[in-house]
C-alpha cells in the first residue's frame, strides 16, 4: 500500500515538471522578452518584439558612420538601432550583437556602464559608446 502511494506522489511531481516546462516556452532560451531583463547587462530584444518598448534612444546610421551613436540614457532604457544599410551593432567587450548586418534590434541596458560598440562591417571607421547612468 505505502510503495503504492509513493508510485502515484512521483507520477505526479513528473507531471508538474513536464507542465512547467511546456508553459516557460515561447521563445528561444537566448532570447530576451521584450518585458523583462534577463540577468545580463544587455539584453538583444527583435525589432518585432520591441516595438511596442518605449525608445530612450535611436542609433542609425548614414553612409558609414552611425548617427547619434553616443546616447547616454538610464539604467532599463531602450535603445533602437535602425540601420541604414549593412551595419550592425556589436560589443567591443562581447555584451551584445545585434545580429544581421541591416537588421533593426533594440538593447536594452540593466546595468549602469560604458558600452563601446563597433559595426562588425566597418570596425575601423564606425564606433560609439553607449553611456548608461544609474
Ligand atoms: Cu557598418
Redesign the pocket.
Known sequence: MRRYVVTLVLVGAAGLAACGDDGGGGGTPDSATPDSPSGSAVDVISAADCASLTIAATIA?AG?AFTDGDPTVAVGAIVKFA?N????MVSDTGLFDTGE?SATACLRFNEAGSYPYH????PAT?MGTVTVNQ
Open positions: 546610421t558609414t540601420p544599410g549593412s551595419h550592425d548586418p559595426c562588425s562591417v566597418h564606425m
